[in-house]
């Protein structure tokens, strides 16, 4: 198979990977529209836990998020057909009385799981790994915070490539996350583990970070990633930045940061509007990328030996996903 160029083109690998597509808390009384990987789907709570299908109805190819949910079942806004937890259809309101559902009255039905807040789905059944662990979130000592969900109209992998790029920050927030007199990125080693990329460096303290502290990354293949800032006085704030691929040049993207330390509600307040700020700056300059898809092959961008060892890893890294490829040698600056 040959080197993937841009990311569209690991679509159909990326099909057996785990998205977040929504947050749980979206996710009420009624069907919930969400879009992956171009996909249209429905989230739909029915019984005790969530359904996922494609957002299209087998009658006459509606969409199903326009519908209701009626008790266990999914009920088409447009002629009433209902639907059960599994997809099958289980009652149409037109048909005579004694003849019997259409065998193909039935949803293309994906697999579907709350976890950390989310809703994670899956498009194909053999998924290549499981939902990343995130131990915080199961730790009564964190308190987890939701920052509204975000629409980029960009690629997920550019997304992901702007948070764990770390030279930005006094460029692009400047007065927060760092400071024009220490414009330099620390060197560090990125060890390649699995399905995950895992680094660490200690950050100088900047405005938000008043004490200097250990930042430990997990990236996730193929958009979760998971930071955690560890004080040396026990504070640890963990971040879950996770990118959904609505489409090619579309991306939501999800922000969860859990802290095992107390603040007050204005204070938390103070941070939300902190963290939407900062992502309102990166979203702009992420938007302006051309192409707007993540270029796989390397030597369509200039890389920096150092400041950008984790881009140059991310982009192998991707390149990687669903083909065996040989990385070759890397031009650097
Ligand atoms: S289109 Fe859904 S019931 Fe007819
Ligand atoms: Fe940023």
Redesign the pocket.
């Known amino acids: 198979m040959s080197r993937p160029a841009l990311e569209h083109e690991l679509w159909p690998a990326l099909r057996r990977y785990w998205h977040p597509v929504a947050y749980t808390a979206a996710v009420g009384a009624g069907p919930v529209a969400v879009q992956l990987l171009g996909e249209r789907l429905v989230v739909a709570r029915l019984g005790t836990g969530l359904a996922c299908f494609r957002d299209l109805?087998v009658?006459?190819?509606?969409a199903l998020s326009l519908g209701r949910i009626e008790g266990h079942e999914l009920v088409?806004a447009?002629?009433?057909?209902r639907y059960g937890a599994d997809g099958g259809c289980v009652h149409i309101p037109a048909l005579p009385a004694g003849r019997a559902i259409p065998a193909g009255a039935r949803l293309q039905r994906f697999a579907c799981e709350e976890r950390y807040g989310l809703v994670w789905v899956c498009l194909a059944a053999d998924p290549v790994v499981a939902i990343p662990e995130y131990a915080e979130f199961s730790d009564p000592a964190y308190r987890a915070v939701f920052v509204p969900a975000q629409q980029w109209r960009a690629s997920a992998a550019r997304a992901t490539e702007n948070s764990v790029d770390a030279a930005h920050f006094p460029w692009l927030h400047e007065g927060i996350l760092g400071s024009r007199d220490h414009p330099e990125v620390p060197v560090f080693e990125i060890e390649q583990v699995g399905e995950e990329l895992r680094y660490r460096f200690t950050d100088l303290p900047n405005p938000m970070h008043p004490v200097a502290h250990e930042r430990v990354y997990r990236l996730h293949r193929p958009f979760s990633i998971h930071q955690r800032k560890e004080r040396a006085d026990g504070q640890v704030e963990a971040v879950l930045i996770a990118a959904c691929p609505r489409a090619a040049e579309e991306t939501t993207v999800f922000l969860v940061i859990c802290r095992n330390f107390h603040l007050t509600e204005a204070e938390l307040a103070e941070r939300m509007a902190t963290d939407i700020l900062i992502l309102e700056q990166d979203r702009p300059v992420v938007e302006s990328q051309r192409p707007a898809e993540l270029p796989l092959d390397l030597a369509a961008e200039l890389h920096l030996r150092g400041p950008d060892a984790v881009a140059v890893a991310y982009r192998r890294f991707m390149a990687e996903v669903g083909v065996d490829i040989d990385a070759g040698p890397v031009a650097v600056e």
């Open positions: 109805c009658h006459r190819a509606t088409c447009y002629h009433g057909w």
